[in-house]
């Protein structure tokens, strides 16, 4: 294989001659390996002055190598998913929302319930969370190597709805239901008329038990009959998706008021569930 042309081992030793480097770089643009090719010359001196043996330097090769592509895919599939932020979990402080079961957000972070086609649902105020840990539970969804997808209710339903309006309605429903985990964020900040409820409703009924989506709202579900403008509807629509579901219920003060809480410019949510808490 490699044979030595020069005897020092102190200074970096020259392993193949020019035209076989030039032989071995055209292959490896081939074979579409980047990273090989821009190493590889420094991977052979290194791998000769070490004496290394063939397996290690070839595992060094290819593991460099797969480490490239697979930072490459993440980072081509977390742009793709469109996410509002990038804010893996890690910079989650789970101490600051206590009423989250932080072992339940650490579990869903392995994506069984992906593969099991489970919606994960969080519900709480604003300012708690919900948003960060949907984008962090995309973020390891990614990283588990599957395909998300992130809009906002309102954008899903601004844009289902001019799909129906161009006749285009099955693309876009298509659109929404290929990427594996699908996350719906803010449900219920915006009121939804007759048609966009419908719309929401068919595309929930072809994600059913196929596509796991993780859905964020500030409302309790037993407003969501208000948020949809129809009650029926929001029964249809609860009854799929909690059909297998894990629901994160958050109970706590928003993060945006950390600071003012801090400083007691604002009341917190324990001082007002306290009996006489109230001004
Ligand atoms: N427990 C937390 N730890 C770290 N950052 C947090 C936490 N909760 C919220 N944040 C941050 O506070 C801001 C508001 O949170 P967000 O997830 O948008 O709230 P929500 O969607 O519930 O309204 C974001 O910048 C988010 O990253
Ligand atoms: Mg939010």
Redesign the pocket.
Known sequence: MMTRTASSSTTATVVTTPAQLERLGEHLHKLRLQKSAERLEALLQHAAAQELPYADFLEQVLGEEVAAKTAKNVSMRTAMARF??V?PLE???????PS?DKRQVLSLAGCQYIEHGDNVI?L????????????SLGLKAIEAGYRVFFTSAAQLIATLSKALADGRLDEKLKFYTTPRLLII??IGYLPIDRIGANLFFQLISRRYERGPMIL?S?QSFGAWGEVFGDRVIATAILDRLLHHAVTLN?RGN???L?EKLKAGLVRSFDDQSQPGGEI
């Open positions: 509002p932020f804010k910079t989650f402080d789970f101490a600051y929302q989250i969080v709480g105020p604003p300012g708690v969370g919900k948003t960060h840990l949907a984008v964020d803010e964020t500030n958050i928003s993060y945006r950390k």
